[in-house]
């Protein structure tokens, strides 16, 4: 069945980087589309970024733009984000997805930005 395990959330400051990974399984990762959405305390599902399946087409939200990078490597079966000049408005639990609307996810990874 479809596995989705993201890692790399963690406490970080304003200003500072971080590095998710999401391990997939279970599907042809190679030949899917794949994204990140992101859930904010009370809030819901809110899309992030979008990668093609050769990673040629790279679409990112209005507010991410700029900061954050997708990518994936389609040997390792791996999606990615590189998260770059992190506001407190990105905290959130963050996931890989099957699907723009994060239907198809996996257990989330929590991102806390705090000084």
């Known amino acids: 069945q479809v596995q989705l395990v993201e890692s790399g959330g963690n406490l970080v400051q304003p200003g500072g980087s971080l590095r998710l990974s999401c391990a997939a399984s279970?599907?042809?990762?190679?030949?899917?589309?794949m994204y990140w959405v992101r859930q904010a305390p009370g809030k819901g599902l809110e899309w992030v970024s979008s990668?093609?399946?050769?990673?040629?087409?790279?679409l990112y939200a209005d507010s991410v733009k700029g900061r954050f990078t997708i990518s994936r490597d389609n040997v390792k079966k791996t999606l990615y984000l590189q998260m770059n000049s992190v506001k407190s408005e990105d905290a959130a639990v963050y996931y890989c997805?099957?699907?723009?609307?994060?239907?198809?996810r996996g257990q989330g990874t929590q991102v806390t930005v705090s000084s």
């Open positions: 279970g599907f042809t990762f190679s030949s899917t589309w």
């Open positions: 997805a099957q699907d723009r609307a994060g239907t198809s």
């Open positions: 990668i093609s399946p050769g990673g040629g087409t790279r």
